[in-house]
Structures are given as C-alpha cells and as structure tokens.
C-alpha cells in the first residue's frame, strides 16, 4: 500500500509540472505515511526562476494535522486554520531554494489525507499563481484510506478548479492595448477624432477626461464604473509616443508606466462600486497639437476574461488649449469657495509652474505655529504604517490656515514628493483605524478635497494595496 502511494505522489508531481509548462514550480517531499500523535520533516522545493520580491506559499492541511517551521530562507512563518503560510518581502535570490516544516498528527488522528500547496507572486505587476499537484498522506492505520489517494471533498476540489481558472485567465487578460495615434494639427493631416467607451459583459463601463494643466501638461481621470464586481482587474492606457505618466490617485491599485503603457492593477477589486484613478500625462519638449489617448479595463467575471473598452480620447496641447480651459483643480487640493476672511486656497498646478521639480526626500514637520516648524530628525518609521492625506499643493501652509479655511486645529504632516507638499495627519500600524480616522474628518465636516488613507513599508511610501498584501490582511478588515 504505502508503495502505490510513493507512486502515485511521484506519478502526479512529473505530471503536474509536464502540464505546467513554467520555470516556477514547486514540489513537496512528504513521507506517505505517519503514526498518529507523531511528527515528520516535509521539505518544499521552489523553482523560482528570474522572480522576485513579494510572495506567499500557503500549504493547506485537512483538521488533524498541524505545522511548525524548520527552515524559512527568510520567511515569516505563520499557521493558523489549517493553513500554513511562508511569506517573503523579497524572495531569495538564488533560482531555486527549500524550506521546510514539522507536519506533526494528532493522537486520534487516522485515515488518508489530501495536502495542497501555492505559491503565490507579483511578476509584471500581476498576481500569478502556481499550484502543486495535491499529495496525500495516511496517518496511523489507514483504516479510512482507499486503494487510491482520497480526492479532495467537492466543495474543496472547486475551489482548486476555481483558482486554476481564475489564475489562467488572470494571465490571459491581454498586455497589449490599442495604440494611440498622433497627428499634429495645422499640418494638413485629419485631426484625431474620440471613440466612444463600449460597456463589458456584467454592465461595466468606463469613461476617461483629458483636462490641461499647462501647455505641455494634462490631468487625466478614468471613472469604472464596475458594480459589486470583486476580484482581479486591470486598466490599461496607451499614451501617445513620447509621453510619459505620473500618478496621483490610483484608488488602491498598483500603479506602473512602462514607455506608452500606463497600468493600474488590482489584486482584488475595492467593494466600492465605482472606481476612479487619476494620472499625469506629460507630453515631450516641443509637443504641439491633437493627439489622442486610449485604453480598456479587463476584468474577471465568473472566472471568465472580460473588457470594457474606455474608448479613445481626443485632446489639444499648447498654449491656446490652456487659454480656452481653466485648468482642473488637482487632486488633494481644495475645491470649495474661499471664505470671507479671503483666506486664498492652496495653489495648483498652473501653466507657469514646473511640475517636474526634482525629487526630494520624504521629509516631516510638525505644525505648531501658523508655519511649520521642520523637524530635522524626525523619529524613524519601521513596518507597515499607515496616515490620511487630508490635502496636497505647490505652497506651504501653516495651522492658521487649517484653521481659517476648514475649522481644522488638530496637527498635521508635510511630505515632499515630485514638487508636491502633501499635508499628512496620525501614523497608525492598522489600515482600520486610519480608514475610520478619513471618515471621522468626513462626518466633521472639515470640508478637505476628498481624505484618503496612504500607506508605507519602513517609512517609504507605497500603495494601500501592497502594504495590505505585505501585512497579510485584506481591503475589507
């Protein structure tokens, strides 16, 4: 008996990487069999290849069975309902490595027993996952094993089926996106024309705005509207040659620009109806003319790769484009009237300013007088933190203007970032309390454009969503 299990663990594993086809696999070294109230060493091989960075093996154990880490290359070990769990900020650099754990069975336990493994990784700003043939083992007399392995239970071998599809289709969603055309006009070529946003199985539908900011300069907004939609997704727009993207409000998406292609990622959709993110589009020295900028949302829908398609959208450059359009008010900046006290709001990106002011360091003050003061050793960030932007300028402000202007007195932050001085408040180590901290300024009604929740790894800042992947909890706690 015990030699037609090795068999067949062994018969699974060439098989399942033979379908697999990848450089990244990984395979479990499990003894097929165990006494009750005993431990065994199981040792997991990776095959990694070129990845790196974050990632996650969760091994799945049937009630009776337990884990305890041996040897983790550098990983936090975790083991809680069944589930164990390496977790990596960056993985090893070595192409393939071994963890290991103790598998240890309870004393009543008996039987044979399904164990699953998947590794879990970000490769191209997606979330892909690889699976390991399910092995089993049989503990004490293995008076409930049959002449073959158990098979999962039903509601366990769907899910597996489920996330098999989810993670195929998650990479078929394409990478690829129209490209954008440019015509300058004035040279006797048709001006380019805007094509409208067709809606995607589900009713999801997107739309985009292109609003100048300064000659050279616009600020692009695309609204999903996507429903109760969950799960993974992906917008994606394609700039004209030579233009670049910065963000400025990506929704808790992972944001990147390569070249042309501008991509915000979610790993698992906000519970938010609707979502909108926004980006500066920067055009190359000397740009002027009509040129058009477009793209899609692709989206998982009963684990099938869907589209809506945001359409094309046409926009003008120079300096007439920004003498006929005032320019948006920007994102984290003030939008309401000034108060009669004249006290003006703070600045935004104008034609005149140069929004590519070089890089500073993240730096702090705190505000105590009506300018703040710098704090040239502000006390060190470590882990995963959290704060609420409450608004973002050109200029620097003190505490009589919070006050004046939004009845605001409480402390505040400052961060340098891309010319940008972003007015920050708390630092919490729960994504929970600063969320409720956002909504406790909303419901006082302080009037701030729009409070949002920032995150960061060891003081550096990132997206709400990578530190929620890193910390291990999800949007909704």
Do not use: C
């Not at 960056?90 to 039987?111: C, H, I, N, R």
């Not at 809606?199 to 509207?225: F, H």
């Amino acid at each position: 008996m015990i030699k037609i299990f090795t068999l067949l663990n062994v018969a699974g594993l060439i098989l399942f990487n033979m379908f697999l086809g990848g450089d990244v696999s990984i395979m479990q070294n499990m003894p097929p069999n165990m006494d009750a109230g005993s431990e065994v060493r199981v040792t997991v091989t990776i095959n990694k290849d070129q990845i790196s960075g974050f990632a996650k093996l969760q091994i799945d154990l049937p009630p009776g069975l337990s884990a305890s880490a041996i040897e983790t290359k550098g990983a936090s070990f975790t083991f809680a309902d069944g589930k164990a769990k390496f977790i990596w900020m960056a993985l090893p650099t070595q192409p393939s490595f071994k963890v290991s754990y103790t598998l240890s069975a309870d004393a009543g336990a008996s039987g044979t027993f399904p164990v699953t493994a998947r590794l879990s990784y970000i490769q191209d700003n997606e979330r892909k996952t690889v699976d390991m043939a399910p092995a089993t083992i049989t503990v004490g007399n293995g008076a409930a094993a049959a002449s073959a392995p158990a098979a999962p239970p039903a509601s366990q071998a769907a899910t597996q089926s489920s996330t098999a599809t989810t993670a195929a289709n998650t990479a078929a969603i394409t990478e690829a996106a129209p490209e954008a055309t440019a015509t300058m006009s004035g040279s006797g070529m048709t001006a380019p024309q805007s094509a409208a946003a067709q809606a995607g199985a589900g009713d999801v539908v997107g739309s985009r705005t292109v609003a100048p900011v300064s000659a050279y300069e616009s600020l692009v907004t695309v609204t999903v509207k996507k429903g109760g939609l969950r799960g993974f997704g992906k917008l994606q727009e394609s700039l004209p040659e030579g233009f670049t993207a910065i963000a400025k409000d990506n929704d808790d998406a992972i944001f990147s620009a390569s070249g042309r292609i501008v991509k915000f990622v979610w790993l698992n959709l906000p519970s938010k109806s609707e979502l909108v993110v926004r980006y500066r589009m920067v055009a190359p020295a000397g740009a002027r003319g009509a040129y058009t900028v477009e793209g899609e949302f692709g989206y998982l829908l009963n684990d099938l790769t869907q589209r809506a398609t945001i359409g094309s959208t046409a926009f003008n450059l120079g300096e007439a484009a920004v003498a006929v359009v005032a320019p948006p008010p920007a994102t984290g900046t003030s939008t309401e009237p000034a108060p009669a006290s004249s006290v003006p709001p703070l600045s935004t990106t104008t034609a005149k300013e140069n929004p590519k002011q070089p890089e500073s360091p993240v730096s702090t003050m705190t505000a105590t007088t009506n300018r703040p003061k710098v704090t040239n050793t502000p006390a060190p960030e470590s882990g995963i933190t959290y704060k609420v932007q409450i608004t973002a300028a050109h200029r620097e402000v003190g505490k009589a203007y919070f006050e004046q202007r939004h009845h605001y007195g409480g402390d505040f932050s400052i961060e340098r970032n891309e010319g940008w001085i972003k007015y920050v408040t708390g630092l919490f180590d729960k994504y929970k309390a600063a969320r409720e901290q956002r909504q406790a300024y909303i419901d006082a009604q302080y009037n701030f454009p729009g409070p949002f929740v920032t995150a960061y790894n060891n003081g550096e800042r990132i997206t709400v969503q990578e530190a929620l992947m890193i910390s291990g909890h999800r949007s909704a706690q």
